[in-house]
C-alpha cells in the first residue's frame, strides 16, 4: 500500500481517490510542524493587539465587526464549530468522509491558517483508525465553503458530534465515547482554529474528484459500448476514419475515433458487409458517436483541470500570507467548481442519451438489421431486453432533471453578508448520481450488445477486442435465449465495467 504524505503540497486525484477507498494510507509530513510555525506565530501576536483580526478577535460572517475579549477567544473558536454544524440528511458515504478528512489536513498542513498542526495531526489520526466523522448530506450553499459538513467534521476534534467506529451503525455514536475507547484525548480549540475547521471546499473538492474519476473510466466504457453495439448493428466503420476526423480536431473526438478504429480493427463481422446497400450511412447515435463521446471529453478535460487545480489551493479565511498580513479571501467560494460539477453532469448524460439510442436499435426489428425483436430468439413467448430499455429511458429522462445547473442559482445567507453563493455542493452532490445513472445505461447497451453479436455468429466473428469483451461479459452472463430476470443481468456487466475497459485495452493497445 502506497503511502500520501501530507505536507500542503498538492494533491492528485488518484491520491484523494486511492486514501478514500483504503488503497493508499495518509502519513502528515514531518516538515509540517515548521510550515505551520510562521502563520501560527502571527496569529499568536494579534491575539493581544489591538486591531481588528477577522475570525481571530470578532465574530463571524454578518458578525465580523463584533470584538470579542481575550477571555472569551476559546469559547468562540468552539461555538463556531458547534453552531455551524447544522447539516441534516442522509450521512456522507465513508470513501466521502475519508476524502474529507485527508483535503482538510493538507489545507491546514500548507501553513496559511495560522493554526496548530495539531489539527491536521489529530484529522490524520482519525482517518488511519478508521474513525469517520458522521456527516450529514445536505445544507451547504458552497459559499464560505461547505461550512455545515465541515463543522460536523470537525466536532469530534473535540469531541463532540458523532464519530463511526468500525462496525457501528451509519448513525455512529457520542464522538467522546469512541475516542475514550481508542485513548484520544479531545482538543481544545486555539483562536482562529475553530473557523479554519469549518471555511473550505473539501467536501466539494472530493465529489468532483471521484466524478472525474469515474468519468475517465466512463467515456472509454462509452467507447467499447458502441463498438459493441456497431458489431451487433452491422454497422460501418468509415465516419471513425482518421482523414476524416482529423480534418475537425476536437481533441476529445480524435481520442474517441483513435479508440473505436483500434476496437473494430480487423473485424470479419464488419467485412462481411461492407458493401452492402445499408452499409452507405448509419444513423447518428452510431456516425456521430466520436463527435458526442468527444465532446464529453473536452469537458471531463476542463473538469480535471479545475479539480487539480483546486486540490492546490489554500481555501481558507482569512489566510496568512508569507509577508505575515493577514488577508480575508473569497477564496473559499464554490464557483470554479459549481461550473464544472453541472458542465460534466450535462455532458456524461449525453453518454447515457447516445448510449440509450443505440439500445433502442438493437432492439426494434425494423432497425436492427435482422435481429430479433427485442433480442429474444423466441420473441411473442419472451421479452428479451426489452425493459432493459426502458430502464435505460428512464434514467435517461432523470438525467435531464438532474443536468439542470445548480451554478445559475444563489440566495443570501448570513443576514447577506454572504450575498453570492454558489450552490456548488448540490452541484457536485447532482452530478454523482449523473455517474451512476450513466454507468448503468453504458451497461445496459453492453448488455444488449453482447446479445445481439452472439446472434450474428453464423455470419462472421466480430473484432478481437470486441470478441474478448463479448466473452469476458458472457463468463459472468450467460446468453438469454429464454427470459429470466434482467436486473442482475446488468448490475453484473456494470460491475465488470473496469474489467471490460481493461480487457479491451489490452486487446487493442491502450485505450484513451
Same mark, same amino acid.
Given at each position: 500500500?502506497?503511502?500520501?504524505?501530507?505536507?500542503?503540497?498538492?494533491?492528485?486525484?488518484?491520491?484523494?481517490?486511492?486514501?478514500?477507498? =483504503?488503497?493508499?494510507?495518509?502519513? $502528515?509530513?514531518?516538515? @509540517?510542524?515548521?510550515?505551520?510555525? &510562521?502563520?501560527?506565530?502571527?496569529?499568536?501576536?494579534?491575539?493581544?493587539?489591538?486591531?481588528?483580526?477577522?475570525? @481571530?478577535?470578532?465574530?463571524?460572517?454578518?458578525?465580523?465587526?463584533?470584538?470579542?475579549?481575550?477571555?472569551?477567544?476559546?469559547?468562540?473558536?468552539?461555538?463556531?464549530?458547534?453552531?455551524?454544524?447544522?447539516?441534516?440528511?442522509?450521512?456522507?458515504?465513508?470513501?466521502?468522509?475519508?476524502?474529507?478528512?485527508?483535503?482538510?489536513?493538507?489545507?491546514?498542513?500548507?501553513?496559511?491558517?495560522?493554526?496548530?498542526?495539531?489539527?491536521?495531526?489529530?484529522?490524520?489520526?482519525?482517518?488511519?483508525?478508521?474513525?469517520?466523522?458522521?456527516?450529514?448530506?445536505?445544507?451547504?450553499?458552497?459559499?464560505? =465553503?461547505?461550512?455545515?459538513?465541515?463543522?460536523?467534521?470537525?466536532?469530534?476534534?473535540?469531541?463532540?458530534?458523532? $464519530?463511526?467506529?468500525?462496525?457501528?451503525?451509519?448513525?455512529?455514536?457520542?464522538?467522546?465515547?469512541?475516542?475514550?475507547?481508542?485513548?484520544?484525548?479531545? $482538543?481544545?480549540?486555539?483562536?482562529?482554529?475553530?473557523?479554519?475547521?469549518?471555511? =473550505?471546499?473539501?467536501?466539494?473538492?472530493?465529489?468532483? &474528484?471521484?466524478?472525474?474519476?469515474?468519468?475517465?473510466?466512463?467515456?472509454?466504457?462509452?467507447?467499447?459500448?458502441?463498438?459493441?453495439?456497431?458489431?451487433?448493428? $452491422?454497422?460501418?466503420?468509415?465516419?471513425?476514419?482518421?482523414?476524416?476526423?482529423?480534418?475537425?480536431?476536437?481533441?476529445? #473526438?480524435?481520442?474517441?475515433?483513435? %479508440?473505436?478504429?483500434?476496437?473494430?480493427?480487423?473485424?470479419?463481422?464488419?467485412?462481411?458487409?461492407?458493401?452492402?446497400?445499408?452499409?452507405? #450511412?448509419?444513423?447518428?447515435?452510431?456516425?456521430?458517436?466520436?463527435?458526442?463521446?468527444?465532446?464529453?471529453?473536452?469537458?471531463? *478535460?476542463?473538469?480535471?483541470?479545475?479539480?487539480?487545480?483546486?486540490?492546490?489551493?489554500?481555501?481558507?479565511?482569512? @489566510?496568512?500570507?508569507?509577508?505575515?498580513?493577514?488577508?480575508?479571501?473569497?477564496?473559499?467560494? =464554490?464557483?470554479?467548481?459549481?461550473?464544472?460539477?453541472?458542465?460534466?453532469?450535462?455532458?456524461?448524460?449525453?453518454?447515457?442519451?447516445?448510449?440509450?439510442?443505440?439500445?433502442?436499435?438493437?432492439?426494434?426489428?425494423?432497425?436492427?438489421?435482422?435481429?430479433?425483436?427485442?433480442?429474444?430468439?423466441?420473441?411473442?413467448?419472451?421479452?428479451?431486453?426489452?425493459? &432493459?430499455?426502458?430502464?435505460?429511458?428512464?434514467?435517461?429522462?432523470? %438525467?435531464?432533471?438532474?443536468?439542470?445547473?445548480?451554478?445559475?442559482?444563489?440566495?443570501?445567507?448570513?443576514?447577506?453578508?454572504?450575498?453570492?453563493?454558489?450552490?456548488?455542493?448540490?452541484? @457536485?452532490?447532482?452530478?454523482?448520481?449523473?455517474?451512476?445513472?450513466?454507468?448503468?445505461?453504458?451497461?445496459?447497451?453492453?448488455?444488449?450488445?453482447?446479445?445481439?453479436?452472439?446472434?450474428?455468429?453464423?455470419?462472421?466473428?466480430?473484432?478481437?477486442?470486441?470478441?474478448?469483451?463479448?466473452?469476458?461479459?458472457?463468463?459472468?452472463?450467460?446468453?438469454?435465449?429464454?427470459?429470466?430476470?434482467?436486473?442482475?443481468?446488468?448490475?453484473?456487466?456494470?460491475?465488470?465495467?473496469?474489467?471490460?475497459?481493461? *480487457?479491451?485495452?489490452?486487446?487493442?493497445?491502450?485505450?484513451?
Amino acid at each position: 500500500m502506497r503511502t500520501v504524505i501530507v505536507n500542503g503540497d498538492p494533491l492528485t486525484v488518484e491520491d484523494v481517490v486511492d486514501v478514500a477507498i =483504503g488503497a493508499a494510507r495518509a502519513e $502528515l509530513g514531518p516538515d @509540517v510542524p515548521a510550515r505551520m510555525a &510562521a502563520s501560527l506565530s502571527v496569529v499568536n501576536a494579534a491575539i493581544g493587539g489591538q486591531d481588528a483580526v477577522y475570525g @481571530v478577535n470578532t465574530g463571524f460572517g454578518a458578525l465580523a465587526d463584533t470584538r470579542v475579549g481575550v477571555e472569551d477567544l476559546a469559547t468562540l473558536q468552539r461555538a463556531i464549530v458547534m453552531s455551524h454544524a447544522a447539516a441534516t440528511g442522509e450521512p456522507l458515504g465513508d470513501e466521502t468522509v475519508r476524502a474529507l478528512l485527508l483535503l482538510r489536513a493538507r489545507t491546514l498542513a500548507a501553513g496559511y491558517s495560522g493554526v496548530r498542526a495539531d489539527l491536521p495531526r489529530r484529522l490524520i489520526e482519525l482517518l488511519n483508525s478508521n474513525l469517520l466523522p458522521v456527516i450529514p448530506g445536505k445544507g451547504s450553499v458552497g459559499a464560505s =465553503g461547505d461550512l455545515a459538513q465541515l463543522a460536523h467534521l470537525a466536532q469530534p476534534l473535540i469531541g463532540e458530534g458523532r $464519530l463511526r467506529a468500525p462496525g457501528d451503525p451509519k448513525s455512529g455514536r457520542p464522538a467522546g465515547e469512541v475516542l475514550a475507547e481508542h485513548g484520544i484525548e479531545p $482538543l481544545v480549540l486555539a483562536p482562529k482554529e475553530g473557523l479554519s475547521l469549518v471555511n =473550505g471546499t473539501e467536501p466539494m473538492q472530493a465529489l468532483l &474528484a471521484f466524478s472525474v474519476r469515474d468519468t475517465e473510466l466512463l467515456v472509454k466504457a462509452a467507447d467499447i459500448a458502441c463498438a459493441l453495439s456497431v458489431e451487433a448493428l $452491422l454497422c460501418t466503420s468509415r465516419p471513425y476514419d482518421e482523414r476524416v476526423q482529423v480534418i475537425r480536431p476536437h481533441p476529445g #473526438q480524435l481520442a474517441s475515433a483513435a %479508440n473505436l478504429r483500434a476496437l473494430l480493427a480487423g473485424s470479419a463481422l464488419m467485412a462481411s458487409h461492407r458493401h452492402s446497400a445499408h452499409a452507405v #450511412q448509419d444513423a447518428y447515435c452510431l456516425r456521430c458517436a466520436p463527435q458526442v463521446h468527444g465532446a464529453v471529453r473536452d469537458v471531463l *478535460t476542463f473538469a480535471r483541470n479545475i479539480i487539480d487545480t483546486e486540490l492546490g489551493a489554500i481555501v481558507d479565511n482569512p @489566510v496568512i500570507v508569507p509577508d505575515g498580513e493577514v488577508m480575508t479571501t473569497g477564496n473559499f467560494h =464554490g464557483e470554479p467548481l459549481a461550473f464544472a460539477a453541472d458542465m460534466l453532469a450535462m455532458a456524461i448524460s449525453e453518454l447515457a442519451s447516445i448510449s440509450e439510442r443505440r439500445v433502442d436499435r438493437m432492439l426494434d426489428p425494423a432497425f436492427s438489421r435482422g435481429l430479433p425483436p427485442f433480442l429474444a430468439p423466441a420473441a411473442g413467448t419472451n421479452s428479451g431486453y426489452m425493459l &432493459a430499455q426502458y430502464t435505460a429511458a428512464s434514467l435517461v429522462s432523470e %438525467n435531464k432533471v438532474l443536468a439542470h445547473p445548480a451554478s445559475v442559482d444563489t440566495i443570501p445567507t448570513s443576514g447577506k453578508q454572504e450575498d453570492h453563493v454558489s450552490m456548488g455542493w448540490t452541484a @457536485v452532490r447532482k452530478l454523482r448520481e449523473v455517474v451512476t445513472n450513466v454507468r448503468t445505461c453504458l451497461a445496459v447497451e453492453m448488455l444488449c450488445a453482447v446479445q445481439g453479436i452472439g446472434l450474428r455468429a453464423d455470419i462472421a466473428a466480430p473484432a478481437q477486442a470486441v470478441a474478448a469483451v463479448h466473452d469476458l461479459v458472457r463468463a459472468h452472463v450467460p446468453a438469454m435465449m429464454v427470459d429470466r430476470e434482467v436486473s442482475e443481468q446488468i448490475m453484473a456487466v456494470e460491475r465488470l465495467i473496469p474489467d471490460i475497459c481493461a *480487457t479491451a485495452g489490452n486487446s487493442c493497445g491502450d485505450l484513451r
